[in-house]
C-alpha cells in the first residue's frame, strides 16, 4: 500500500526520520517477516542486524527526493524489507509504502498516528486495541449459527440473481485479457477535491440515502455500465475491516484482518436501491463469515493461498459469479486521528491489485479518490474516463464532466 502524505507545513526532515526510527525499535510488531512454517505462515522477528540494514539504507534514501511515479514502479518482495517504509518526495510531501500483508488502511492510520505522537514529542501511547470482547462459549455458539445462516441466504441470492452467464454480462475493462507477470507497472490517478466540492459529495451522498462509499460504489456502478452498453451486470469488491470481529484485537497485531463485501449490480434495476440492499449485509456480518468458511473449507493456509493464486491466474471473466470484479472500493472514511489532522494537509492511497482499485478517505474536510490500474490487464485511460464519469456523478455533475479529473496530483 503506497500512503502520500501531505504535511501542512515543511517537515523537519531529520526529526522525523529519527521518531520514525524510535517508533520502528520501540515496537517488535514493526520488525517481523511473515514466512512459511508448517501447514500455514507465522510472523517471525527480524535480526536485529537485519533492521539496523534496512534502516541505513532508508536513511541514505530519505536524503535524496524521489519522484513519486518512480517510487510507484518499485516492488520489493514480502521480507526483502521491514513492513513499513518511508520516502521523501519533496519538504511537505512524503510516501509511506506498507506491506498489505501486515496490516490494511486502519492499521496503517494507527501506525502512522504513533509515529507522528513520537515526532511531536509527545509521550503517552496510542490505545490500540478494539471494542470487541471475548464471549462465552453459547453466545460463540449462537454467533456462528446466526452468521452462517445469513452467509447461506447471501450465497444462494447471489447465485440466483447472478445466473449462469455472469462470466460475459459483466462489465469487464481488461476484456478477458490472461494475467501475466507485471511488466507495465500501475497507473495511478488521484482526485483531490475542495472542502466545497467535499461537501458537496457528502450531500449528494445522503440525499441518495447512501453512505459515501455506498455513493462511490454507485457512481461507479453506473459508470462502468455507460462504459460497456452491451453489459448487464457489475461486481464491486469492497473490502471491509474486521478489526471489530476479533476478540481482545489490537491494530498492534500484524495480520491483514480485511473481509470484502461483494456487490453486483444490475442494468435494469434501480442502482442505489441495490447498493443500499448489498450493504445490508456487512450488517449481517457476512464479510466476516466468507472469509471464514472459505479458510474452513480450505484446510489449511497454504491450500487457501494456492486456491487464490490458482485463480488469480485466470482471466477476469472465468472467475465469476464471485471473483470477477469490475472494480474494488475501498472506503476508509474520515479520518479522525488528533496528530494526522494536526500535521497533514491532505492525504491518499492506493494497493496494488488485478483490478481498478479505488480509495476513498476525508481529512479536514477534504477528500480524496486515488485509483491504481495494473497496466497489463487494462488500458489506463480507459479505466480513468469511467473514474472520471463516477468522480462527476459523486458530485452531482453530469457523467462525462472532467473537472475533478483535471485536479489530477499523479499518474504513473
Not at 484482518?257 to 442502482?271: A, N, V
Request: hydrophobic letters at 40%.
Amino acid at each position: 500500500m503506497f500512503f502520500t502524505l501531505t504535511f501542512a507545513e515543511p517537515f523537519d526532515q531529520e526529526r522525523l526520520l529519527d521518531s520514525f526510527e524510535r517508533l520502528i525499535w520501540s515496537r517488535e510488531s514493526l520488525r517481523v517477516r511473515f514466512v512459511e512454517a508448517g501447514r500455514g505462515y507465522q510472523w517471525i522477528p527480524f535480526s536485529d542486524a537485519d533492521v539496523r540494514r534496512c534502516l541505513t539504507y532508508q536513511r541514505r534514501q530519505f536524503e535524496q527526493p524521489v519522484a513519486r511515479e518512480t517510487l510507484f514502479r518499485e516492488y520489493l518482495p514480502t521480507n526483502m524489507a521491514l513492513p513499513l517504509r518511508v520516502a521523501r518526495l519533496d519538504e511537505q510531501r512524503l510516501v509511506l509504502v506498507v506491506n498489505h500483508v501486515f496490516g490494511n488502511g486502519l492499521t496503517t492510520l494507527y501506525w502512522l498516528e504513533e509515529w507522528l505522537r513520537l515526532y511531536s514529542g509527545e509521550t503517552q501511547p496510542s490505545e490500540s486495541s478494539e471494542d470487541a470482547s471475548p464471549k462465552g462459549f453459547l453466545s460463540s455458539v449462537i454467533e456462528a449459527i446466526s452468521g452462517l445462516m445469513w452467509l447461506s441466504c447471501y450465497l444462494i441470492q447471489f447465485v440466483s440473481r447472478a445466473g449462469r452467464r455472469a462470466g460475459q454480462e459483466t462489465v469487464d475493462l481488461s476484456r478477458g485479457i490472461r494475467p501475466a507477470p507485471h511488466q507495465k507497472g500501475y497507473a495511478v490517478k488521484t482526485y483531490s477535491m475542495s472542502e466545497q466540492e467535499t461537501e458537496a459529495a457528502i450531500k449528494r451522498s445522503r440525499s441518495l440515502g447512501l453512505s459515501v462509499t455506498e455513493a462511490i460504489c454507485a457512481a461507479m456502478a453506473e459508470a462502468l455500465l455507460e462504459s460497456q452498453p452491451d453489459k448487464s451486470r457489475v461486481c464491486i469488491s469492497v473490502p471491509t475491516d474486521l478489526g471489530a470481529f476479533i476478540p481482545k484485537f489490537s491494530r498492534e497485531r500484524p495480520g491483514n484482518y480485511t473481509g470484502s463485501l461483494i456487490l453486483q449490480i444490475f442494468r435494469e434495476r434501480e442502482t442505489k436501491a441495490q447498493v443500499r440492499s448489498g450493504f445490508q449485509w456487512v450488517r449481517r456480518r457476512v464479510n466476516y463469515w466468507l472469509p471464514r468458511l472459505l479458510g474452513t473449507f480450505a484446510g489449511s493456509e497454504r491450500k487457501l493461498r494456492a486456491s487464490f493464486a490458482q485463480k488469480a491466474a485466470l482471466p477476469i471473466p472465468d472467475r465469476a459469479p464471485f471473483e470477477n470484479f469490475s472494480c474494488a472500493v475501498s472506503g476508509v472514511g474520515v479520518i479522525r486521528e488528533r496528530l494526522i489532522r494536526k500535521y497533514l494537509h491532505s492525504i491518499s492511497a492506493h494497493t496494488r491489485t488485478q483490478t481498478i482499485f479505488v480509495c476513498a478517505m476525508t481529512i479536514n474536510g477534504r477528500m480524496t479518490l486515488e485509483v491504481s490500474v495494473p497496466r497489463d490487464l487494462f488500458d489506463a485511460e480507459e479505466a480513468f474516463r469511467v473514474t472520471d464519469a463516477a468522480a462527476a456523478l459523486l458530485s452531482g455533475k453530469a457523467i462525462g464532466a472532467s473537472a475533478a479529473a483535471n485536479r489530477t496530483t499523479a499518474q504513473a
